[in-house]
């Protein structure tokens, strides 16, 4: 079973950064995406960032150039780094890892606990 925590988060001045964090454990699996989606109130819940186990990354068009992905630990954890943070940044980040696991060819996505993300004008 998987089980994913991350941390991070918080309330922070326009212009600001901040940093969440998304660690992944358990055992008989293998990772291959990770990344975060977030949701506003009122508003669907959209992809802010994903990258692959292979190195690869994608980011929403909204925070390009201001936010950065990185995977580390034997690629179960990631980092989520943001900066130039802008009031509609606020919302509900949710870490996310689709896994494989042994002798299955299916993939799982395990969901971490959602973190609040505040951006005040």
């Known amino acids: 079973q998987v089980h994913l925590v991350e941390s991070g988060g918080g309330l922070v001045q326009a212009g600001g950064s901040l940093r969440l964090s998304c660690a992944a454990s358990?055992?008989?699996?293998?990772?291959?995406?990770m990344g975060w989606y977030r949701q506003a109130p009122g508003k669907q819940r959209e992809l802010v960032a994903v990258?692959?186990?292979?190195?690869?990354?994608n980011f929403a068009d909204s925070v390009k150039g201001r936010f950065t992905i990185s995977r580390a630990n034997g690629k179960n954890r990631a980092t989520l780094q943001m900066d130039s943070l802008k009031a509609e940044d606020t919302a509900v980040y949710y870490c996310y890892v689709d896994t494989v696991k042994v002798g299955d060819k299916n993939t799982y996505r395990t969901w971490g606990q959602g973190t609040q993300v505040t951006v005040s004008s």
């Open positions: 990258a692959t186990s292979g190195g690869s990354t």
């Open positions: 358990g055992s008989g699996f293998s990772t291959n995406a």
